[in-house]
Structure formats: structure tokens, C-alpha cells
């Protein structure tokens, strides 16, 4: 068969990549009202501004059963699992866990992406694509890492209190993004989530992520991804420039937020995923 290539929902890859490839998600948590919903599977109205709601990984046990179908479905081949960010989600320690019960735990190879949202998805692309070429475990891997390596990610948010309140950012960086700014970038850094620069104005915010992923994307091609949270408008502009001033660019996917991540980052979030050199 083939290597199967498994990620957890953060990832953010739009349906028909997922089918496509044949990747295997595993659903992240919502907690609403002491209601669990898994994510991409349950539909529920989720009010993001909201302090009460929540999110949670997958247990180690959803993360093995995974792991073990996919395992079957390569018939050997192996298993290659990109998630979340360490710093980010339990996600990454639970899939640890849940290799380490399993007794082919040496036919799969785990991948700390070092983001979220679509900074997971394109590392888990470029691994797949691998995967359908019919390269062997290794080189998945080694596609899986290297993405993730010399991925980057900005993030405009309106506000930064839910990703204090949810130990995703540091008091001090919370404080300089609610109080001194109106609009924080932030930027994702060896998997840690910091803020880059301050902005008076939305339209200076967009400016500023706008020149990062410019100056992040060089000029040997990159791979790009645009994710937003209620704001396709903002998304669709940022796309447009970004085509008109990154040459070679190889790649280039819009997705929204998905619950989990949208929980943390509120409405009205923007971000710019991007991989120099490619995923391909």
C-alpha cells in the first residue's frame, strides 16, 4: 500500500485536500455548556467570545484507535502523524502516549508541526504528497519536518484575553495587545505563540502581516495559506496582495479557522501561513 499520513483537526485542511489524500483527522474538543464536540463531526453553534467555552485534545486512546486503522490501512507501510503544536495543545504529548502503548509504535513517526491552524495542515500536505508518490517512511517524515522547520505564521486578532485566559500567551504579551494597541500581530515561534508587532489600525495590522509573510516567503517560491474567522472579506485582500507581491509563489490555499482555534483567537482573526520553498 502506502504510508498513511495523520493529523488532528487544528490543521484546518479544507475537506476535499483531507479526501484527496487520504489523510486521517482526528477531531480536537470543544467543551460547550459541559457538551463535548468533536470537531469537523458535530455541528453546534459556538459563541467565541464567550469565557465558559472551552477545548481539550483527544484523549490517548481516540489518538491510538487512529493510529492503528491507518496503520492497517497502509498495510505496514507506516504511519506518519503531524499535529498541533506541543506548546500550543496537549495534542502532541496524548499522540506520544498513545504511540508508546502501541506494539508497531516503530512503524510510526510523530511530527511536532511547531503551529496550528494551516502552519500544521501545510507540513501534513507536503507529507502526503509523499505518501501518494509511494515514498517510504522516512522520506514522509523527513517531508513532514522539514515543512514544519521552516514554516512561519502571522496572526492579526482584535482582541488577546481569550488566548491569555487560555495559557496560549503570556500575561505581559496579553497586556501590550489589549491595552496599548488596537490591533496585535502575533507570530508563531518555534511553536510558541508571541506577539511580533503593535498596530493603531485594522488596515495597519493587515499592512504589517502583509510585509511579514512578504519578507518570510524570500524569492525562491513559497508555499501559502490564508486562514480567517468571519472576515472573508479581509482574507480575499490579503490573498490578492499577497499573489501580486511574492514571486514564484507555488502554492496558494484559503481556509477558515475551525472551532477549536477559533475558541482561542475570537472573531475577526486573519492569519498567513507560509513555507519557504514549498511543500510540494
Same mark, same amino acid.
Given at each position: 500500500?502506502?504510508?498513511?499520513?495523520?493529523?488532528?483537526?487544528?490543521?484546518?485542511l479544507?475537506?476535499?485536500?483531507?479526501e484527496?489524500?487520504?489523510?486521517?483527522?482526528?477531531?480536537?474538543?470543544?467543551?460547550?455548556?459541559?457538551?463535548?464536540?468533536?470537531?469537523?463531526?458535530d455541528?453546534?453553534?459556538? *459563541?467565541?467570545? %464567550?469565557?465558559t467555552?472551552? #477545548?481539550?485534545? =483527544?484523549?490517548?486512546?481516540?489518538? @491510538?484507535? &487512529?493510529?492503528?486503522? !491507518?496503520?492497517?490501512?497502509?498495510?505496514?507501510?507506516?504511519?506518519?502523524?503531524?499535529?498541533?503544536?506541543?506548546?500550543?495543545?496537549a495534542?502532541?504529548?496524548?499522540?506520544?502516549?498513545?504511540?508508546?502503548d502501541?506494539?508497531?509504535?516503530?512503524?510510526?513517526?510523530?511530527? *511536532?508541526?511547531? %503551529?496550528a491552524?494551516?502552519? #500544521?495542515?501545510? =507540513?501534513?500536505?507536503a507529507?502526503a @504528497?509523499r &505518501?501518494r508518490?509511494g !515514498?517510504?517512511?522516512?522520506?514522509?517524515?523527513?517531508?513532514a519536518?522539514?515543512?514544519s522547520?521552516r514554516?512561519?505564521?502571522?496572526?492579526?486578532v482584535?482582541?488577546?484575553?481569550?488566548l491569555?485566559?487560555?495559557?496560549?500567551?503570556?500575561?505581559?504579551?496579553?497586556?501590550?495587545?489589549?491595552e496599548?494597541?488596537?490591533?496585535?500581530?502575533?507570530?508563531?515561534?518555534?511553536?510558541?505563540?508571541?506577539?511580533?508587532?503593535?498596530?493603531?489600525t485594522?488596515?495597519?495590522?493587515?499592512a504589517?502581516?502583509?510585509?511579514?509573510?512578504?519578507?518570510?516567503?524570500?524569492?525562491?517560491?513559497?508555499?501559502?495559506?490564508?486562514?480567517?474567522l468571519?472576515?472573508?472579506e479581509?482574507?480575499?485582500?490579503?490573498?490578492?496582495?499577497?499573489?501580486e507581491l511574492?514571486?514564484?509563489?507555488?502554492?496558494?490555499?484559503?481556509?477558515?479557522?475551525?472551532?477549536?482555534?477559533?475558541?482561542?483567537?475570537?472573531s475577526?482573526?486573519?492569519?498567513?501561513?507560509?513555507v519557504?520553498?514549498g511543500?510540494?
Amino acid at each position: 500500500m502506502a504510508v498513511v499520513v495523520v493529523t488532528d483537526s487544528a490543521a484546518s485542511l479544507p475537506g476535499e485536500l483531507v479526501e484527496s489524500f487520504g489523510i486521517v483527522v482526528v477531531p480536537l474538543h470543544v467543551l460547550v455548556d459541559d457538551r463535548a464536540i468533536c470537531e469537523g463531526v458535530d455541528d453546534a453553534e459556538i *459563541d467565541y467570545g %464567550s469565557s465558559t467555552v472551552t #477545548t481539550s485534545a =483527544p484523549s490517548p486512546g481516540e489518538l @491510538r484507535a &487512529a493510529y492503528e486503522r !491507518a496503520l492497517a490501512r497502509s498495510d505496514g507501510d507506516g504511519v506518519v502523524a503531524v499535529h498541533i503544536s506541543r506548546q500550543l495543545s496537549a495534542t502532541w504529548e496524548a499522540a506520544r502516549q498513545a504511540i508508546r502503548d502501541m506494539d508497531a509504535a516503530d512503524r510510526i513517526r510523530l511530527v *511536532d508541526s511547531l %503551529s496550528a491552524g494551516l502552519g #500544521t495542515g501545510l =507540513p501534513v500536505l507536503a507529507a502526503a @504528497r509523499r &505518501a501518494r508518490d509511494g !515514498a517510504p517512511l522516512e522520506i514522509v517524515y523527513d517531508a513532514a519536518a522539514s515543512a514544519s522547520a521552516r514554516g512561519r505564521a502571522f496572526i492579526v486578532v482584535n482582541r488577546t484575553e481569550q488566548l491569555r485566559r487560555g495559557g496560549r500567551l503570556s500575561t505581559a504579551a496579553a497586556f501590550f495587545g489589549t491595552e496599548l494597541v488596537t490591533k496585535p500581530i502575533l507570530q508563531i515561534v518555534e511553536g510558541r505563540l508571541e506577539l511580533r508587532e503593535k498596530a493603531r489600525t485594522r488596515s495597519k495590522a493587515y499592512a504589517k502581516l502583509v510585509a511579514a509573510a512578504v519578507d518570510a516567503a524570500g524569492d525562491d517560491g513559497a508555499t501559502l495559506a490564508v486562514q480567517h474567522l468571519g472576515a472573508p472579506e479581509a482574507a480575499a485582500t490579503l490573498t490578492s496582495q499577497l499573489t501580486e507581491l511574492i514571486p514564484g509563489i507555488r502554492e496558494m490555499i484559503t481556509a477558515e479557522f475551525g472551532p477549536t482555534l477559533g475558541v482561542h483567537l475570537g472573531s475577526g482573526a486573519v492569519g498567513v501561513l507560509v513555507v519557504p520553498g514549498g511543500c510540494s
